[in-house]
């Protein structure tokens, strides 16, 4: 039986720590120094040029005059310094010869510049920042065309996503969504998208783009957020593919009801693996090489070639164990397979090697 999910309360993966948000969107960025480091880096760099003032300053002493005692010391050349370089000018130190004044014109005026750059340009940096990435966001979602939505990044939305990237998919392919900023964090830091909010409200699928989405991935720690989740993203998005995975078993009819084109229990697939390795453990490895891709042994599904059509599936190349054929999923054994056409599919059992992808099929699976 399902709990009843309370209004503003995200069923995924919420700490008793956050807060509430409603969506945010956060892109990956390159690696950048903390700000303290930036800050002191300008905060230095605008001494030096402080200091290359009044050295200038007092290597030409003699060509500034000073109201005050009609000669300029060291503290002067740095008092010249600073009201000048901070375009303060009281007028009391004054360069009176004409190598003086041309220091000026060449020397200390482009260096005034240069310190003003330096301080004015952090608070602009600051003050754009929150334009800057919002024309960012604006520009990525635009762009974003047949993407693939993970609801939930903790360890079996990481898992798929691993496994979905080893085939060739692109990161910047997937949006990772999540209530918890922490694990946004994380996301983007590996070079994922990510959208901070509550994947059962329709405006933060929205954010990540589901209704122009290729696949979507429901991750969700909870079954009943993962049917929320399910019914929403279906209603945005037609004719995505909906992967969903569930704790219980006996959830997983109510998540094809909603709009799931598959579902895998978790708990169930966990254990049959369990008992399978107490078995015999070299078949319970051979099962988890071979859901773990990129490695090994890999499963994947492919489409028939010319020269394989006409032929029996015992006859191909590859090691194959299923036929996919419209909506069925039949064995390699299946009397009804007979010979391979050209629009079946093949699971086959392959080496793992940097060209073997699954060539994915956009059409939805469902069982008869």
Same mark, same amino acid.
Not at 50 to 72: E, K, P, Q
Not at 189 to 203: F, K, L, N
Not at 272 to 292: C, F, H, K, T, Y
């Given at each position: 039986?399902?709990?009843?999910?309370?209004?503003?309360?995200?069923?995924?993966?919420?700490?008793?720590?956050?807060? =509430? !948000?409603?969506?945010?969107?956060?892109?990956?960025?390159?690696?950048?120094?903390?700000?303290?480091?930036?800050?002191?880096?300008?905060?230095? =760099?605008? =001494?030096?040029?402080?200091?290359?003032?009044?050295?200038?300053?007092?290597?030409?002493? &003699?060509?500034?005059?000073?109201?005050?005692?009609?000669? +300029?010391?060291?503290?002067?050349?740095? *008092?010249?310094?600073? $009201?000048?370089?901070? /375009?303060?000018? *009281?007028?009391?130190?004054?360069?009176?010869?004409?190598?003086?004044?041309?220091?000026?014109?060449?020397?200390? #005026?482009?260096?005034? @510049? =240069?310190?003003?750059?330096?301080?004015?340009?952090? /608070?602009?940096?600051?003050?754009?920042?929150?334009?800057?990435?919002?024309?960012?966001?604006?520009?990525?979602?635009?762009?974003?065309?047949?993407?693939? @939505?993970?609801?939930?990044?903790? #360890?079996?939305?990481?898992?798929?996503?691993?496994? @979905?990237?080893? /085939?060739?998919?692109?990161?910047?392919?997937?949006?990772?969504?999540?209530?918890?900023?922490?694990? !946004? &964090?994380?996301?983007?830091?590996?070079?994922?998208?990510?959208?901070?909010?509550?994947?059962?409200?329709?405006? !933060?699928?929205?954010?990540?783009? $589901?209704?122009?989405?290729?696949?979507?991935?429901?991750? #969700?720690?909870?079954?009943?957020?993962?049917?929320?989740? #399910?019914? /929403?993203?279906?209603?945005?998005?037609?004719?995505?593919?909906?992967?969903?995975? @569930?704790?219980?078993?006996?959830?997983?009819?109510?998540?094809?009801?909603?709009?799931?084109?598959?579902?895998?229990?978790?708990?169930?697939?966990?254990?049959?693996?369990?008992?399978?390795?107490?078995?015999?453990?070299?078949?319970?490895? $051979?099962?988890?090489?071979?859901?773990?891709?990129?490695?090994?042994?890999?499963?994947?599904?492919?489409?028939?070639?010319?020269?394989?059509?006409?032929?029996?599936?015992?006859?191909?190349?590859?090691?194959?164990?299923?036929?996919?054929?419209?909506?069925?999923?039949?064995?390699?054994? &299946?009397?009804?397979?007979?010979?391979?056409?050209?629009?079946?599919?093949?699971?086959?059992?392959?080496?793992?090697?940097?060209?073997?992808?699954?060539?994915?099929? +956009?059409?939805?699976?469902?069982?008869?």
């Amino acid at each position: 039986m399902f709990h009843v999910k309370q209004p503003g309360h995200d069923a995924i993966a919420r700490q008793a720590d956050e807060h =509430l !948000v409603t969506h945010k969107v956060k892109l990956p960025r390159k690696v950048m120094e903390r700000p303290i480091r930036q800050v002191g880096k300008r905060l230095l =760099l605008a =001494l030096l040029v402080l200091f290359a003032t009044a050295f200038i300053v007092y290597v030409d002493h &003699d060509g500034y005059r000073d109201n005050a005692d009609s000669s +300029v010391d060291l503290v002067d050349a740095f *008092y010249y310094a600073t $009201v000048t370089l901070s /375009t303060t000018g *009281y007028g009391d130190i004054t360069p009176v010869s004409h190598g003086a004044r041309l220091t000026n014109i060449l020397v200390i #005026t482009p260096l005034r @510049v =240069l310190f003003l750059i330096i301080l004015v340009g952090t /608070t602009l940096e600051v003050l754009t920042e929150r334009t800057r990435e919002e024309w960012r966001v604006k520009r990525w979602r635009s762009a974003l065309r047949d993407h693939t @939505v993970v609801v939930g990044f903790g #360890t079996k939305g990481r898992s798929a996503i691993q496994t @979905v990237c080893a /085939t060739g998919l692109k990161k910047e392919q997937v949006v990772v969504v999540d209530p918890s900023s922490k694990v !946004v &964090d994380a996301a983007t830091a590996e070079g994922y998208a990510g959208v901070m909010g509550d994947a059962t409200r329709s405006e !933060v699928l929205k954010r990540a783009e $589901v209704q122009r989405a290729r696949q979507i991935i429901i991750a #969700t720690q909870r079954d009943d957020t993962a049917v929320l989740v #399910t019914l /929403t993203a279906r209603q945005l998005n037609r004719g995505a593919k909906i992967v969903a995975a @569930v704790r219980e078993e006996e959830n997983a009819p109510l998540l094809q009801q909603s709009g799931a084109d598959a579902v895998i229990t978790s708990a169930s697939a966990a254990g049959r693996l369990l008992g399978l390795s107490v078995l015999s453990p070299a078949a319970g490895m $051979v099962m988890e090489d071979l859901i773990q891709q990129g490695s090994g042994l890999d499963i994947i599904e492919r489409p028939v070639v010319k020269a394989e059509v006409g032929r029996r599936p015992k006859e191909t190349d590859d090691l194959v164990v299923s036929v996919v054929r419209g909506h069925r999923v039949l064995g390699y054994d &299946d009397p009804a397979v007979g010979t391979l056409q050209l629009t079946d599919r093949l699971i086959t059992i392959v080496r793992a090697s940097a060209g073997a992808q699954i060539a994915p099929d +956009v059409r939805p699976l469902r069982q008869d």
